[in-house]
């Protein structure tokens, strides 16, 4: 259910949004007929952020520091109320969380498994690159609501997922250790094509048309790949 996740407080009156990237942008223009209906999007949108979390939780875990554990955990926490937020939004449309929730709980079990990295460097890379580029997808693609859900859920997702604490984190790994980053550009290459399954998978696509559908999306979809390569770019490596 991929920045998905600046913590804001919702406000009375319905907010009026401004895409926090080109990548955004781009995927409300080119995915808002694709968008699933509001039950799946949100369970499915729901389970990720419960994917997010965990990395983020394993990146605490095995931070070496105080100041690390303390960063990451605060990030971890908006992430975790990011989800109640969208269970809460579930309720709301009279939907049981846990029903709508489940159909993605395989699927997205398994991409954990398969991007959890190997150590605390892979960790961090997985929780920088996989949540930015699911947060800038799925704010995009909930453009695609009804109105008011779709205010609603952006805000949700538009929380402080620790881009700029891993970063820094990764920066200083790099520069201790200027070897790893042939591995982890490595890792980060990797990391993007399961990450792009995912997204793919929350599309609304008419099997009837889905060749033409599938051509119509590769503009935000190259978008989110350009956004994938600055985030590399900023830590120095290759994508």
């Given at each position: 259910?991929l ?5 804001r ?6 907010p009026?949004?401004?895409p ?7 995927v409300?223009?080119?995915l808002a007929e ?7 999007f ?13 990395n ?21 926490a908006?992430?975790l109320?990011a989800?109640?937020?969208l269970v809460?939004?579930l309720r ?8 709508a929730?489940?159909p993605?709980?395989a699927?997205l079990?398994?991409?954990l ?8 460097p892979?960790?961090l890379?997985?929780c920088y690159?996989?949540t930015?580029f ?12 009804p109105?008011g859900?779709a205010?609603r859920?952006?805000v949700?997702?538009?929380?402080d ?6 970063e820094?984190?990764?920066r200083?790994?790099?520069e201790q250790s200027p ?5 982890l550009?490595m890792w980060?290459?990797?990391?993007i ?5 995912i997204a ?12 033409l559908e599938?051509e119509?999306?590769?503009p935000a ?5 350009g956004?994938?390569?600055r ?9």
């Amino acid at each position: 259910m991929l920045r998905l996740f600046r913590r804001r407080r919702r406000p009375a009156a319905a907010p009026v949004l401004t895409p926090r990237s080109e990548a955004v942008s781009a995927v409300r223009v080119e995915l808002a007929e694709l968008t699933p209906a509001p039950e799946p999007f949100l369970g499915q949108a729901a389970y990720l952020a419960l994917v997010l979390f965990e990395n983020l939780g394993r990146a605490v875990q095995t931070a070496p520091t105080t100041a690390a554990k303390t960063a990451l955990g605060a990030a971890a926490a908006q992430v975790l109320e990011a989800h109640e937020g969208l269970v809460t939004e579930l309720r709301g449309l009279g939907a049981d969380p846990i029903a709508a929730m489940d159909p993605f709980r395989a699927g997205l079990d398994e991409y954990l498994a398969r991007v959890q990295g190997a150590d605390w460097p892979e960790t961090l890379v997985t929780c920088y690159l996989t949540t930015g580029f699911l947060a800038d997808f799925f704010t995009g693609l909930a453009a695609g609501l009804p109105d008011g859900l779709a205010e609603r859920v952006g805000v949700l997702l538009d929380v402080d997922h620790g881009e700029r604490v891993l970063e820094a984190q990764l920066r200083t790994v790099i520069e201790q250790s200027p070897r790893i980053a042939s591995r982890l550009a490595m890792w980060g290459r990797r990391l993007i094509g399961d990450t792009m399954l995912i997204a793919r998978s929350a599309l609304a696509i008419d099997a009837a048309h889905a060749e033409l559908e599938v051509e119509r999306v590769e503009p935000a979809f190259a978008e989110l790949i350009g956004a994938h390569t600055r985030r590399m770019d900023a830590l120095g490596l290759t994508a």
